[in-house]
Every structure is written in C-alpha cells, then in structure tokens.
C-alpha cells in the first residue's frame, strides 16, 4: 500500500481545513486507515481511524466533536475534515494503513505498517 497525504497548510484558530489521503493498492478490503499527529518535540499521537469496510470509526478524545474522518471508496481517498482548529493541533499530520487489525488495537501505530509521508498542519493563534 502506498499512501498520499496531501492539505496541509496555514490557518487561524478557529479556521478548518480538509486532509487527504489516497492509497495506492491492490484491495483495501480489510484494511483501516488512520491518521496520526506529530507535534514539534512531542511523540506522535493518534488522531482518528476508519475501517475501509463498513466505515467504523474511533477518534481521540482531543479531537472528537472538532474533526470527522470520512472514505471515497471509488476513489480510495481518506478525508480528514478538521473544523474549530486550535493552535495545539499544529503538526505534521501522517496517514497510515494497517491490514486487518483488530479493533482494540487500532489507536496504536504499532498497528501501521504502511505510512505516507507528512502534511503539516500549522493553527496561528
């Protein structure tokens, strides 16, 4: 699986803005695909994940209600539409893709084992 993130950019707090990732593979039946978040001298968190069948989704708790992941499958395109933005979420933002994780374990990049590489998110306050 190869992944493309792309959306990243420049907002004030309060703005939106819309991530996407589009993944190159042969199926993604069985896969989810999450994003994650890395901040300037911080670990990288999880941020939200989608199963690729039936569009389960999980959200960290420091961005459910702000953010909403969301899949074309006709176009193997994850979204991640980000909204009421505040300067705490700057960071480069990555998507990943683990094949047939189990659902406890999806908030945990252990879990990934294909990465795209980053878009950066900056919130100016």
């Known amino acids: 699986v190869q992944l493309q993130a792309s959306g990243g950019g420049l907002v004030q707090a309060g703005g939106s803005l819309r991530l996407s990732c589009v993944a190159s593979a042969r199926t993604l039946s069985g896969y989810a695909i999450a994003w994650f978040r ?3 001298g911080k670990e990288r968190e999880f941020v939200t994940t989608i199963r ?3 569009g389960t989704t999980i959200y960290a708790d420091s961005v459910k209600g702000r953010f909403t992941i969301s899949r074309d ?4 395109t994850v979204y ?3 909204n009421s933005l505040k ?3 700057t960071a480069v933002y990555y998507c990943a893709a683990a094949a ?4 406890s374990s999806l908030g945990a990049s252990s879990s990934y084992g294909y990465w795209g590489q ?8």
């Open 87 to 89: 300067p705490e979420d």
């Open 52 to 54: 690729w069948n039936g």
């Open 100 to 103: 047939r994780a189990i659902y």
């Open 80 to 82: 991640l539409q980000m």
């Open 118 to 125: 980053g878009t950066l998110v900056t919130v100016s306050s």
């Open 38 to 40: 890395q901040a300037p």
């Open 73 to 76: 499958i006709a176009k193997s």
